[in-house]
Nanobody, 121 residues
Framework: QVQLVESGGGLVQAGGSLRLSCAAS????????MGWYRQAPGKQRELVAA???????NYADSVKGRFTISRDAAKNTVYLQMNSLKPEDTAVYYC???????????????WGKGTLVTVSS
């Protein structure tokens, strides 16, 4: 029903920048929130940043001041601008969306397949 497609991952040196994008498509009636999670090897998936339909944002303490989440509501797309990247930011980054889609009784969580971000020291 709803697909999330991420792009923008890659290899970057410490101190560099990357911009991730995630586009949601499908039978979307209401897009309530979108966000980014990440999972490093051997660690649990954790919230990086999220943005609501009302443009409220939430960030993990470890990325505050370095990462910025934004969205284009008309395109159902969320972005994550990542600056001053550190080796500890290396992880697979997953897009998440809480969407009310056609044929559903309520909003559901949807996930992208993930995009790898590698920060070299």
């Amino acid at each position: 029903q709803v697909q999330l497609v991420e792009s923008g991952g890659g290899l970057v040196q410490a101190g560099g920048s990357l911009r991730l994008s995630c586009a949601a498509s499908g039978s979307i009636i209401s897009n309530n929130a979108m966000g980014w999670y990440r999972q490093a090897p051997g660690k649990q998936r954790e919230l990086v940043a999220a943005i609501t339909r009302g443009d409220s944002t939430n960030y993990a303490d470890s990325v505050k001041g370095r990462f910025t989440i934004s969205r284009d509501a008309a395109k159902n797309t969320v972005y994550l601008q990542m600056n001053s990247l550190k080796p500890e930011d290396t992880a697979v980054y997953y897009c998440n969306a809480i969407v009310y889609a056609s044929g559903s009784y309520s909003s559901r969580n949807y996930w992208g397949k993930g995009t790898l971000v590698t920060v070299s020291s």
